[in-house]
């Protein structure tokens, strides 16, 4: 078996509904949050600075979208 199969065995016996990639994309979030240069952040993950910046950028605008909205009394 994989380590990746044992991980995925293991959360679903312990009922566990988050996925590893919830948890990666959470990583790269928190990365570009606490202003991890974004050539750093995608040497952390395993990819280019490309990919890096097309993959999880758009999660960190939508979230700061959502945070802004959020103040306003709509």
């Known amino acids: 078996q994989t380590i990746a199969k044992v991980f995925l065995d293991a ?27 974004p050539e750093y952040g995608a040497r952390l993950m395993g990819h280019s600075l490309q990919v890096h910046e097309q993959t999880y950028k758009r999660w960190l605008e939508a979230d700061r979208i959502t945070r802004a909205m959020s103040s306003f009394n709509l």
């Open 11 to 37: 959360l679903d016996r312990d009922e566990v509904t988050i996925r590893p990639y919830a948890l990666r994309h959470a990583f790269a979030i928190r990365l570009m949050e606490k202003k991890v240069p």
